[in-house]
């Protein structure tokens, strides 16, 4: 009996069953990461016919004074930039919006409502 006890372990350890453990899984490859130029769209809108605006750039800041609104802008951006857009009620009355969407995706949204008034709007560009 105990030749085949040692006999069934000696077999199981040289079949590979002696607690080894089993090899991993092959690794998955991580899916490559887009470091390409991203589309970003300044919206600028609101109940005001006319707005001052400023916009951060990939090269700068670009500014617009009286501008007819509603007004859209967009830009390439590289991922990690800074998007920033100001709209200022050039009027007595009225509101002022800014939205900034990258690649269909709203980034930030603002308004403000009166007289000469700011909205504001910034993020990273994804």
């Known amino acids: 009996m105990r030749v085949t006890v040692i006999l069934a372990v000696a077999l199981a350890l040289a079949s590979g069953c002696g ?3 089993p ?5 998955a490859t991580p899916a490559p990461i887009d470091t390409g ?3 970003v769209v300044y ?6 016919h006319v707005g001052d605006i400023t916009v951060q750039t990939a090269s700068g800041v ?7 609104l ?3 802008v967009s830009y390439e951006m590289p991922p990690g930039s800074f998007a920033s857009v100001f709209v200022q009620n050039a009027a007595a009355e009225g509101s002022v919006s800014c939205e900034i969407v990258v690649d269909g995706t709203t980034v930030s ?3 403000s409502e009166g007289e000469y008034v700011i909205a504001s709007c910034d993020g990273t560009v994804p």
């Not at 090899?23 to 690794?27: E, G, K, R, V, Y």
């Not at 670009?62 to 007819?68: F, G, R």
């Open 109 to 111: 949204r603002n308004s």
């Open 23 to 27: 090899a991993p899984p092959p690794s």
């Open 62 to 68: 670009e500014q617009t004074a009286d501008a007819l």
């Open 37 to 39: 130029p991203r589309t």
């Open 43 to 48: 919206r600028i809108g609101g109940t005001a």
């Open 19 to 21: 607690g080894q453990p």
């Open 70 to 72: 509603p007004a859209e």
